[in-house]
């Protein structure tokens, strides 16, 4: 038995760069831009997505994506200096899409007939609801609610959270990549191929360029193979679902977008504000605040760290409060969340240093004014980044999994909590996505839209549903007898911020700004 034990690790051993270790600048400045390339497939999405449904042209789309991304580049480096300080990258989030989707509906916005006229007064509307659903955010963060919850969290509760935050997204994998299976496929074997085969592959003496950059190599040379075929007339005849998924020129984008353009707040005008849209607004901050809570965990792994105290990670959901407070003020159509595939870009490159993720922060604020330039690497299509999304989102997965090793895994009850949380959260949101028509009405359906919203949201979130299941059994079933076997006695020591001296190290403020917020 010795010689196949593997005993539990609290830190990862096999990454080249922690947190506060940085590579030498010109990887670092490669790295961040191979950052902002992979956060561009959500940042061009949503708007692509929600944009046309609101009454919007190609031209709103284009301007929509640059808003995003320049609030996205404000909200990373925020949360990089003053929040949770790990290198996660912060943007626009699917969560939202089902209470936007209500307000889109809105027989009052419906009524308008001019397209152009009904987006903007959706836009205001969806800025309204965003603007008052961050203050919750905002109130648990700062108030350490959060923090307290947190305290319900253990190993065994958290494995499966995390874990569901990789496997929720698996629509955003093949069944996407399979639209374009030509372009997808290719990129999904260049990837593993790069990253795992040719890893120890070293061109250059000092840098494992395969491993450390196989987004750029990748995703270069798939383009231009994409390229190549829309310019050849391969899709020429195909369906349009075909040529809007592989065609590189089907967006507008780069047509449609200015050559400058500086985002501002109420650019769209002063916020609407109703009772019923910031309502149905707050299930998919709820929704958000678990899902980033997950993406944190894996993060702090990733980067060689310790999970975050409850105190750091009640900072952590104040802060992008005040990031979704930034959404409703700029209008960016959506709210905020810490991206899933940035988190597992740390473990593919294996480095985790947080000056990579400032640094990609700037890219995207520098980008989003100069909107061309910025619209031209938008212009990848999206069976690339699902390709990507694939490795990535398996990857996170894997790390939430990895937190069983300080769990007893040999005892039916948590065998139990684990199984059924796994199997619950993805089979209980499949569940209600199948019930999601064109018309966007879920499987709630009453008289109360906010109400239907509210609810088709929360149970649409594999990561909620995985945590309301996980949490509440481990924290019900032989609760007393179980603190070994449910990992709490390596957790514990991480729940407060001086409980661990490597705590300090990670994730005291910049700028001695621990000294007038002292931790608590």
Same mark, same amino acid.
Not at 234 to 259: E, F, M, V
Not at 402 to 411: A, D, E, I, P, V
Not at 481 to 508: A, C, H, I, L, Q
């Given at each position: ?6 005993? /539990?690790?609290?830190q ?39 944009v ?131 372009i ?28 450390r ?35 590189t ?5 780069i ?9 501002? /707040? ?42 975050p /105290? ?10 992008q ?18 991206l ?26 520098f ?20 390709a ?22 040999n ?5 139990m ?8 959260g ?33 149970f649409?979130?594999?990561?909620t ?7 509440f ?48």
């Amino acid at each position: 038995m010795a010689e196949i034990s593997h005993p /539990p690790m609290e830190q990862l051993q096999d990454l080249e760069y922690c947190i506060d270790s940085n590579p030498p600048w010109p990887e670092t400045v490669l790295l961040a831009f191979q950052n902002y390339i992979l956060m561009l497939g959500s940042s061009a999405f949503i708007p692509a997505l929600l944009v046309p449904a609101m009454g919007g042209t190609d031209g709103d789309k284009a301007r929509v994506m640059q808003t995003l991304l320049f609030v996205a580049g404000i909200k990373t480096l925020v949360q990089a200096l003053f929040g949770t300080r790990l290198p996660a990258v912060v943007g626009g989030s699917f969560a939202y899409v089902v209470p936007i989707a209500y307000i889109i509906n809105d027989s009052s916005l419906q009524k308008i007939s001019n397209d152009h006229e009904r987006f903007i007064h959706t836009m205001r509307a969806v800025q309204g609801a965003l603007i008052v659903a961050s203050s919750i955010q905002i109130i648990l963060g700062y108030s350490q609610v959060w923090g307290l919850f947190s305290r319900f969290f253990s190993p065994l509760g958290m494995a499966p959270v995390v874990g569901l935050v990789g496997l929720g997204m698996f629509q955003r994998g093949f069944p996407q990549l399979g639209n374009c299976i030509e372009i997808g496929l290719p990129m999904l074997l260049l990837v593993i191929g790069l990253t795992q085969y040719l890893k120890h592959v070293r061109p250059f003496k000092d840098v494992p360029i395969f491993e450390r950059f196989p987004i750029l190599i990748c995703v270069t040379f798939v383009w231009i193979y994409a390229i190549i075929l829309t310019a050849s007339g391969a899709y020429r005849h195909k369906p349009s679902l075909t040529q809007h998924s592989c065609r590189t020129d089907k967006a507008n984008l780069i047509s449609t977008a200015p050559w400058f353009k500086f985002p501002y /707040p109420l650019q769209w005008g002063p916020p609407t504000f109703s009772v019923g849209h910031s309502f149905a607004m707050m299930s998919a901050v709820l929704v958000s605040m678990v899902e980033s809570t997950g993406a944190y965990m894996a993060a702090s792994r990733l980067a060689i760290a310790t999970p975050p /105290p409850a105190y750091v990670l009640s900072r952590g959901i104040g802060w992008q409060g005040i990031g979704v407070l930034l959404d409703g003020l700029f209008g960016t159509g959506t709210g905020s969340t810490v991206l899933v595939e940035n988190v597992g870009l740390l473990g593919l490159t294996r480095v985790g240093s947080r000056r990579v993720v400032q640094i990609s922060a700037g890219f995207m604020i520098f980008f989003s004014i100069l909107g061309k330039f910025g619209a031209v690497f938008a212009s990848i299509p999206v069976p690339i980044y699902a390709a990507l999304h694939c490795v990535l989102f398996g990857l996170v997965a894997a790390v939430g999994l990895s937190f069983l090793q300080f769990t007893n895994m040999n005892s039916m009850r948590n065998l139990m909590i684990t199984g059924l949380s796994l199997f619950l959260g993805i089979s209980i949101p499949q569940f209600f996505v199948n019930y999601w028509d064109a018309r966007h009405h879920g499987l709630v359906h009453t008289n109360a839209g906010w109400f239907d919203a509210f609810l088709n949201t929360v149970f649409m979130s594999p990561a909620t549903v995985g945590l309301i299941i996980a949490v509440f059994m481990d924290n019900t079933v032989e609760v007393e007898s179980s603190k070994k076997d449910r990992g709490m006695p390596w957790w514990v020591k991480f729940r407060t911020f001086r409980g661990d001296n490597r705590n300090e190290e990670f994730y005291t403020l910049p700028f001695n700004l621990n000294r007038f917020f002292p931790p608590t």
